[in-house]
């Protein structure tokens, strides 16, 4: 008692800050003064304290609430009604015997505003009391009562809504077919047939709300009812879209020309958006005169980026590949939506005749959708025209011939690839030129990736060194060594890299010498080779002393993998004098090694000011004494 009053004093405050803490922490209480003043506060001037007030009445949410509540539907303030409905509808079940005892109500706006509350909740329990009101004098009662029964997916409901279907008002019926549309089942499937029967506009709603609920197995009986004389003029795009989309499958030749019959003539008058549905409905019927009709649109019409989407996943639903190809030869400058398409479908059968609309083409973009569909497909006939590309004028257009080169695997191409390499502008291109030339294998191939270590461009070397990642005769050897003294550090970290698959001493003793390069870059690509050879641990252990922290700290994690014990009292050493990042990697490796010479400095890092330094201290420690 003594902290509400606290609260009522503390909101007498001119400040607005208190007032608000005070309703808020009204709140809490669960005191009928507390409800009752929070009750008053809905009228408060401040919108930020009537705010508060709903959503503290709504925590109490005990009985004292909806009564005081409750009352407030009587209110003539629209304000205070409406905000009455949403308290009882957030306080949920506690509301239900006070609203159940109102549904008698003779104030036809406080009845409609239970009912509403009843729906909103959701609890069936007072579902028998509400059924009787679907008779009510006033038909926005009626109304209610379905729109509640379909929030509360009521099938208890089902048949008296059903019979509802013959309410002398149209909006009641609107409101029962969204409900029965709503709650569903095949009960609700057959008699929404039967509202055909009779011509009124209930029928709308009707074939909307059967086009959310039919299943395959209605497609017969729904079909006969929109073949029906007067029925396809009142059925939305939408409507017919979703009929289209669940008879999917399930669908006669009849069937599909009904539909076709109904998006058509539609398709050239409709709006952006009604357009896009139609598109998107031809498509599903994936039939060849539905083809006709988008094949007929795309090269009649304007369209935007978009929209030419929308056609070319509808053409390609259809997938007759024939009648594309007719239509891009019939509109050569209406081409790319077809381009895209047969470019995504990648039929064997289109090859040669892709191969001779890129040949004919001058449009980049069509190119680039028909030779990286020509490369993907890898048919041999398409070998030559894959070689024309090569030196086409696009970069993306040569990119997209090089790699489908590659995938055939016929090494005649390797000259033709290398002589575009020579003169080839972007880095992209060239790096999948490189990767194209390195797929190829033989003496000529490996020839041809020595002698590009010298050339004078650093890019052409650099795919040279790459390319050569693999071969393992004495000649590749010997060029990816002599690639160690490389002007491009890029080329010489590649260099060791490719150097990775020989096992020779020699080979360690060389790559070894990369641990010597001015350019960090290439003693990492060093350390990572050298790690993984039979040898190479002894230099990775030298690496220890390199004057840069992050080779150091590379060293010291490859070592720890390799369980390299001989790195012990370097790594000791490491732990006490270098930077942080050292010294965190130098304590983990020595609790891998379970070093007990290390246990003393270690101890000495448990408390360290860098947590994580103390924290890797710490679980080495118990993994060196454990």
Known sequence: MEELDELLKQLESEDSTDRHEATWKLGGLEDAKAVETLVGLLKDPSPLIKDEAVNSLARIANEEVVKAVVPLLYSHEVYIRNISLEILSRLGEVCLPELSARLGEEDEDVLKFVIDIIGLIGNHEPVPKVIPLLKHKNPNIRAAVAVAFGKMYATEAIEPLLEALNDDDEWVKFSVLEALGTIGGAQVTEKLLDVFRAIDVSRIAAIDALSQLAEPKDCEKVMHVIASPGVSHVLSVDTVVRFIERFQGHMSEEDKNIFLDILAPRLHEADFFEQQDIIKGLGLLEDNSALDTLLLFAVTREYEDDMRMYLKDAIISCAKTDKIIEAIKEYPTKMLVFAEALGEIKDPDSVADMCEIYKASDDRTVNRCLVEAIGDIGDKESFDTLLEAVSDGDGTTRKFAVRGLAKMGDDHAVKPILDALADEPYDDVREAMGEAIA???????????????????????????????????????????????????????????????????????TIAGALSDSEKEVRLAALDVLSSHPLGIKYVVQALSDDDMWVRFKAVNLLADKGATEAEEKLIELLKDDEVPVKISAARALGKLGSKDAVDTLKSFTDHEDSNLSEAATTALSECEG
């Open 439 to 509: 797929s190829f294998s033989g003496d000529e191939v490996e020839s041809a990736l020595v002698s590009l270590l010298c050339n004078d461009k650093a890019e052409l070397r650099l795919i040279g060194a790459s390319g050569l990642s693999g071969y393992k005769s004495d000649a590749a050897k010997d060029a990816l060594g002599k690639a160690f003294d490389d002007e491009d550090a890029k080329v010489r970290s590649a260099a060791v890299r490719s150097l990775a698959t020989f096992t020779n001493d020699d080979v360690a003793t």
